[in-house]
């Protein structure tokens, strides 16, 4: 098993040069994500300051849910409104609310503090995890300590949901970036509702090939966008995601640091802050510690392709 690593702070946006370029791996544009993580373990901290990953096979009881309509085929607890609209936007949106609370009633809810790991890159495990709050990152490392960001998860988004059907190592580390409140779901709780439930297959299939579908775009991009157009893209879809519309523009808390910007565009965090700062020049955003402010979307759309 990987030792957990720790996560000292790092420069915010607009710091000094790193005296290590990140590792470039073909995930590693935003958007394309990896297509393999999978989660394991309860909420109860492990030895190494992470999760600890001794937690019942079977998957316990996510809170407001009877999980004897589980098994038994009664009625499903209704789902609270802020799971609903997880439901309405993540990898069950076209399954039918009753079948999707029958499967959180399944599942182990978690919640992790700032900096502290979810699981570690090579670890085993057969969970999948729903980001209810906050935002989680995907990270490998390399044998000289150099990292390579994969993807940023936010709320209604999934870790694992390859591996949950293909239990194996994980190929990446996750790590909270802010308060993280999670839902987790084991490979025999999914197994099991999928046997009564197996036209919601094709649903999750869909999702999949959707994920695999935004990897090959970022697999392109890799090769053919340049380095700019590569950052230009990636606060575009952070805005997508996590932005707020303002008087000035849209505003995007993402929470990473010009480190983490860097490695999740795969680029060196000097050339990476050079596009900013040409970005911030032709006042196409701002920047303000671990957020922007896309100010002139247009531009920065056509500076993206």
Do not use: C
């Amino acid at each position: 098993m990987a030792e957990t690593r720790q996560n000292p702070e790092q420069t915010e946006l607009g710091g000094q040069p790193s005296p290590q370029a990140p590792v470039v791996n073909a995930d590693s544009p935003f958007g394309g994500g990896p297509t393999s993580e999978l989660g394991g373990g309860r909420s109860s901290a492990g030895p190494a300051g992470g999760i600890d990953h001794q937690a019942d096979p079977q998957g316990g009881a996510a809170e407001g849910y009877d999980p004897a309509g589980y098994d038994s085929g009664e009625e499903a607890t209704e789902m609270p409104a802020d799971l609903g609209a997880i439901v309405a936007s993540g990898l069950f949106a076209d399954i039918d609310e009753d079948h999707a609370a029958l499967l959180f009633a399944r599942m182990v809810p978690i919640r992790l503090s700032r900096g502290e790991v979810l699981f570690n890159e090579d670890d085993n495990g057969d969970r999948l995890y729903l980001v209810q709050s906050g935002k989680v990152k995907l990270g490998r490392g390399a044998p000289d300590q150099r990292e390579n960001l994969l993807a940023v998860i936010g709320p209604g988004e999934f870790i694992g949901e390859l591996t949950l059907f293909d239990p194996g190592p994980r190929t990446a580390t996750a790590t909270a970036v802010t308060q993280v409140e999670l839902l987790e779901l084991s490979h025999q709780a999914m197994g099991d509702w999928l046997a009564q439930y197996p036209n919601a297959a094709r649903y999750l299939l869909r999702a999949l090939a959707h994920r695999l579908r935004r990897t090959n775009e970022a697999l392109g991009d890799l090769v053919f966008s340049d380095v700019p157009g590569r950052v230009a893209k990636a606060l575009l879809d952070l805005a997508d995601r996590f932005g707020e519309p303002t008087d000035e523009g849209v505003h995007v808390t993402h929470g990473l640091t010009q480190v983490e910007l860097a490695q999740l565009v795969g680029a060196s965090r000097e050339t990476v802050n050079k596009a900013l700062s040409e970005f911030v020049a032709r006042g196409w955003v701002r920047l303000e510690g671990r957020g922007v402010y896309v100010l002139d979307r247009p531009k920065l759309a056509h500076r993206a392709h």
